[in-house]
């Protein structure tokens, strides 16, 4: 950001008086302009059958990969909506039971990923504008080399360990820049 979205004026990077970090603010008018990390909002919609929906992506970054439906939450949005609209957007997929399940804190590229588990409301899904394809895949069938993301092999490895040991509980990661996790 080079100028104030209030007056148009030129932006210096200075901490503000009781701040504890430079901000961007505005040389004119004194507006002191944040920048906060983004959050991307995902499901892991799961078949009666035990298999999960995935989609390969359409769109860079990574385009031909797999993912889960995720994107970025809107203003005015809520987590839960977002997970809903991502679903149907990619996968045209409409989900039932959206429960939280993971947050990771991706905070060398100010990204925040909260991800639900979901059930698919019913067996129709098809690939959405932002999809080459999307398909139902059991755990031994994942195409774990051809994941999009850390946080998304990250969310899928949990996942597959907590299915087996028959317990899913809201759990908080960081994926640090070397792509490794720790407990947060």
């Not at 957007?89 to 039932?96: D, S, V």
């Not at 299915?163 to 407990?183: A, E, H």
């Amino acid at each position: 950001m080079k100028f104030c979205s209030n007056c148009g004026g030129s932006l210096s990077s200075v901490t503000p008086p009781g701040d504890d970090r430079p901000r961007q603010v505005c040389q004119n008018c004194g507006t002191v302009h944040y920048e906060n990390p983004r959050m991307v909002v995902g499901s892991i919609p799961e078949h009666d059958d035990g298999s999960i929906l995935l989609c390969r992506r359409a769109i860079e970054p990574c385009s031909g990969t797999w993912t889960i439906p995720a994107g970025y939450l809107e203003n005015g949005e809520t987590v839960s909506a977002c997970a809903e609209r991502e679903a149907y957007e990619e996968a045209r997929a409409r989900l039932a039971d959206v429960t939280p399940y993971l947050l990771f804190n991706i905070c060398h590229i100010n990204q925040m990923y909260l991800l639900f588990r979901a059930r698919l409301a019913n067996p129709d899904f098809s690939a959405g504008p932002e999809s080459l394809e999307v398909k139902l895949f059991r755990e031994n069938e994942i195409p774990w080399g051809e994941l999009a993301f850390p946080v998304i092999t990250e969310t899928l490895r949990h996942y597959f360990q907590d299915r087996t040991s028959g317990g899913f509980s809201f759990g908080v990661f960081d994926i640090l820049p070397t792509n490794s996790v720790k407990n947060s």
